[in-house]
């Protein structure tokens, strides 16, 4: 045995000189974004990279690419909020009870705190913030192409159906973007903290929208009703959200190992116990699954011209 | 530019050719590969952690954490299957369903945690489980059991986020992540329920300076803090400091 770990230490020993310790490469990335002009390089940004979540494209981001996706969104939700509360020139407030419009404004409050936040982050690394973009929330792209909401900026419900896939778009392609940022402690925390508040928002959100009538629960749910037609974008959102399958290496890299939830577990404890494809629902309920930062910046995009 | 690449990615490439190569070279045999993964494990042979006379010792490692957040789960599978199975006078139909839906999420974290830790699991040597104590939560009335959900929510969100930087296989985190939104779904629901719009209220998402819009963290330490009151046990999590 004593051999074999020789061979395990050796192995570490070779990889150690090959690349710094993941403090200095901390360091570093830390000095780098703090020199002003790094944004000319974006390379210089480069932040951990993670594995590809399906073969085909890798998906490399920066850490400056990650603050704008998260400023974008940011941006795009207070737009939406706004509007819908009358606080944009020109779009007349949507017909939400006062109780639903106070969840709003916590909700666009802290959109606008958002933007301010990673604005600053964004122009403190040395990058400039990108113009403002033109938003159609019909999704007619300013009547170019037939709306996919017409009725957006005077149904409350459509409003917040829209909110909804939005807010659970963000919650999927945050935690992807988490891998991107690892290196940086600072970063990490702040997407974790944004995402369990992006999670906050789409929950009442859903509880809002199930008080008026939909079948939707606070959580994403294979029960809930579908959103819109397959393959569309905003359907995509929730693409793959039913699995029920999770799996882990229990060592950086090594052989994957699938959670036993369908065979072994002992989770099936209600009285009578549920049918084995309706545990498995309540599996897929309990586990939001990450995207790529593609399936939001696609919805962002039908709203955006 | 050449620097961070080589460190962030050609880096951990080369490392885990030059484990394959090393591994590969020698013999196809699984007590080798188990050395090799786990060379840095037999430094320190203490199981993970312990209850002894009382006292449970979170270790400093991706057990230490997973450890954690089971005690977690086996508090909130628990705390949900009491209120399922005596519910308060006043719940609703959609108060119990709700409930029903949070003790299997719940009983799945549970099971979850207990399957990845494994021999690792800080009871897997007990002969009993810990027994939970709910008495600092008014568990009678609708209104007492939302509450209690949601500061118990509140502080599993809080929790996993100080967690979520301090693991360090990145399976794990991934894991972690999906459960952490989850758990912030029921944490807005249970406090829209025990107060409407409380939702992302300032006690859990700051609104002024450096920290607005960000969601409640919470350190391993404060975590075993807010969690003693429950436990039958002396938490100690300062190892997870360190991390």
């Known amino acids: 045995m004593d051999f074999l770990n020789l061979l395990a230490r050796l192995a570490d020993l070779d990889s150690t000189a090959a690349a710094p310790q993941p403090a200095g490469a901390r360091r570093a990335a830390l000095g780098r974004l703090g020199q002003a002009g790094t944004a000319l390089l974006p390379g210089l940004l480069l932040g951990a990279l993670s594995q590809p979540a399906t073969a085909g494209t890798l998906d490399t981001r920066t850490r400056l690419d990650v603050l704008l996706l998260v400023r974008q969104l940011a941006a795009l939700g207070n737009e939406l909020h706004s509007r819908a509360l009358g606080l944009v020139p020109g779009y007349t407030a949507l017909p939400l009870t006062a109780a639903e419009k106070t969840g709003i404004q916590v909700i666009r409050e802290q959109e606008v705190q958002r933007v301010a936040l990673v604005s600053q982050l964004i122009t403190d690394g040395g990058a400039t913030l990108p113009a403002a973009p033109r938003y159609d929330f019909t999704g007619s792209q300013n009547g170019a192409r037939a709306a996919l909401y017409p009725d957006i900026q005077t149904n409350p419900d459509t409003y917040l159906l829209v909110a909804q896939v939005l807010k659970d778009a963000a919650v999927r392609v945050y935690k992807t973007q988490v891998e991107f940022v690892r290196a940086d402690i600072y970063l990490s925390e702040l997407l974790l903290r944004s995402h369990t508040v992006e999670a906050r928002h789409a929950s009442h959100l859903r509880t809002l929208r199930r008080q008026r009538g939909a079948t939707v629960k606070s959580w994403i749910s294979p029960d809930d009703a579908p959103v819109g037609t397959t393959g569309t974008a905003v359907a995509r959102v929730y693409a793959g959200e039913s699995n029920s399958v999770q799996a882990y290496s229990a060592a950086d890299n090594g052989a994957l190992t699938s959670v036993p939830f369908n065979s072994t577990l002992p989770i099936n404890v209600a009285t009578p116990p549920l049918s084995p494809e309706a545990i498995l629902r309540k599996v897929a309920e309990a586990f939001d699954e990450p995207a790529n930062a593609v399936v939001a910046t696609d919805v962002a995009a039908l709203f955006t011209y | ?243």
């Open chain 2, 1 to 243: 530019m050449a620097d961070l690449a080589d460190t962030s990615f050609s880096g951990r490439a080369l490392r885990r050719r030059t484990f394959l190569r090393v591994a590969g070279a020698t013999a196809a045999s699984s007590a080798l590969v188990l050395a090799g993964c786990n060379d840095k494990k037999e430094d320190n042979p203490t199981p993970t952690p312990e209850v002894t006379t009382g006292t449970l010792t979170f270790k400093g490692d991706d057990t230490g954490i997973f450890n954690l957040t089971y005690l977690l789960a086996q508090i909130q599978a628990d705390f949900y299957q009491k209120l399922v199975t005596t519910p308060p006078a006043d719940f609703t139909a959609a108060d119990k369903e709700a409930f029903v839906d949070m003790r299997d999420h719940a009983v799945i974290y549970r099971e979850f945690y207990k399957s990845v830790l494994s021999t690792n699991a800080y009871d897997s040597n007990l002969t009993k489980a810990l027994e939970f104590n709910f008495t600092p939560y008014t568990l009678t009335t609708r209104k007492g059991v939302y509450e209690a959900a949601s500061k118990l929510e509140d502080l599993g969100v809080g929790a996993y986020n100080g967690l979520g930087r301090r693991l360090r296989n990145l399976s794990y985190l991934r894991l972690l992540l999906k459960i952490a939104s989850v758990k912030a779904r029921h944490a807005a629901f249970v406090r829209d329920q025990a107060e409407p719009n409380s939702f992302a209220g300032p006690d859990v998402v700051a609104i002024t300076g450096s920290q607005a819009s960000l969601d409640t963290v919470k350190t391993p330490v404060e975590v075993a803090t807010l969690l003693s009151p429950l436990v039958p046990a002396v938490l100690v999590a300062d190892n997870l400091m360190l991390l």
